[in-house]
């Protein structure tokens, strides 16, 4: 019996989509056109992620060490430093390596400045270069690092870092306030297009609560109806997100070799469950919805 109830739904819903078809296709083109905005924006906030991220995991702290200390305290230093919560990774770096990493960021112009220098008489410390797991928590890490017996000083470029801190956190607000702003009118645009398709059936209801049908028994078949069109928007609006992102991540790719993006098969792998999930809940709660009124009868 539920069966054969749930078969006379789905049949009564694709035989609406065939006699409406031209304000069907004109809900399915408005999923479409709203999920492909909204695509689009996701793909790009994820790249920008992906970029925030990139430059996040460069930020480092030094913890420069005294010259006096022993090669066993320098190695209990690293131990310490490697519990620190918020440490992700650290990496030694002795006098050596510093001073060749030194002359080969100077410019040629100050480049004599080291020509007095070399490994007997080097006046650069050994250190600790220490990476960290989020850089919004370096006052913490730098503050105990200070705290470790050995250490003759920590350096960082905490302008830079307070500034990366500060645009991660205003990308953030501001990619959920676009992406609530961007649900909000597209669940008001698909629900307005459906609700056109249904008042063209006012009729149709009408009579069907006159014999007695319950407002479920009506319902079902809209929320289905709306359901398959949300999905054929769904599935359109992926293949244009994904035809246009791949054009676009080939291009930079061929032209920007260090620019690292996210691979065109996010569309296909992540994004088009999540669209498809959207297009399926928002057509059906969007019939759902703009049934109320023609149900009050």
Known sequence: MIINTFKY?????????????TISLASAITVTITLFIMGIFLI????????????????????????EISSEEQENIGQELKVI???????????AKALEKFSEQISEDNS???D???????PLPNSYIVKLENPEISEQVISSIKNIDGIESVGTDKEFTDKIVSISKNIKWFGLSLFILLTAISVFLISNTIKLAIYSRRREIGIM?????????????????????????????????????????????????????????????TLQWQFILAGVVIGGLGSSLSLFKFLKV
């Open 112 to 114: 004599s400045l080291l």
């Open 116 to 122: 007095n220098y070399s490994s007997s008489n080097n």
């Open 85 to 95: 919560s918020g440490v992700k990774d650290i990496e030694f770096e002795d006098k």
């Open 44 to 67: 790009l906030m994820e790249n920008v992620n992906l970029g925030m991220n990139n430059i996040q995991s460069q930020i480092e702290i030094k913890a420069f060490l005294k010259d």
């Open 209 to 269: 609560k006159f014999v007695g049908a319950t407002d479920w028994f009506i319902r079902w078949p809209f929320i289905i109806e709306g359901a398959v069109i949300g999905l054929v928007g769904a599935v359109s609006a992926n293949v244009l997100v994904y035809s246009l992102y791949k054009i676009v991540f080939i291009k930079i790719n061929e032209s920007l070799l260090l620019v690292n993006l996210i691979s065109p098969s996010y569309v296909t792998q």
């Open 9 to 21: 739904y789905i049949l009564d819903a694709l035989k609406s989509l065939k006699r409406n078809i």
